[in-house]
């Protein structure tokens, strides 16, 4: 049996995990799973761990992840469908309607609350609206890259939607370059992008 942890970092109304758990029901017999899910918007939160409160597979924090430790402004999105940011200039968000969430890094979190990290296949989905890079550099920062066996998230880059980020593409784009971080098709917004998103349990078989 192959211990398997899916992260998902900003899973919104957990359309994701959704389907992740849709999917392992055709590998359960080679896959022992957790699901470790992280949303800083508080009712996404609260109503995701409503469903969820009886399946021991799916663990869900109310939290940020962030390049620091500690309480920090989550910018809330103007609709349903778009995410919030702790970026107050990102499309979409009310820089006037917040609040605040506490925040850490990945690998903070990891320590924390992944078990058998290292020895485990790592599958990172992230969508949390222009902090991706701070993952990855931490990534990189404390030698971690190495235990992720697949990146997943939308191929619109998060960055590109957020006018105070604008300095720090040539160094996101180069750093996943440089890296080869690719980011597989991981998105269920609507029938086609669930259709054409990735199986995580055959993309690592």
Known sequence: ??????????????????????????????????????????????????????????????????????????????????????????????????????????SEFVSKNVKHFESSVNVLKLNIEGSELSVYEDLIKTDMLKDIDLFCGHPVHDIEKIPELTDKKDRYYSLMNEHNIKLEFLCCDDARRIASSINIFEAIS
């Open 1 to 106: 049996m192959i211990k398997l942890n899916y992260i998902d970092l900003g899973f919104h109304e957990g359309q994701e995990i959704g389907l992740v758990l849709d999917h392992y029901e055709d590998y359960k017999d080679k896959f022992d799973l957790t699901i470790y899910g992280v949303e800083a918007y508080t009712p996404f939160f609260t109503k995701l761990k409503q469903e969820y409160e009886d399946n021991d597979r799916v663990k869900l924090f109310n939290n940020a992840i962030t390049d620091k430790i500690g309480f920090t402004e989550l910018y809330i999105s103007g609709g349903k469908k778009y995410g919030s940011s702790l970026f107050s200039s990102k499309r979409n968000v009310n820089p006037k309607s917040k609040q605040l969430v506490y925040g850490y890094t990945f």
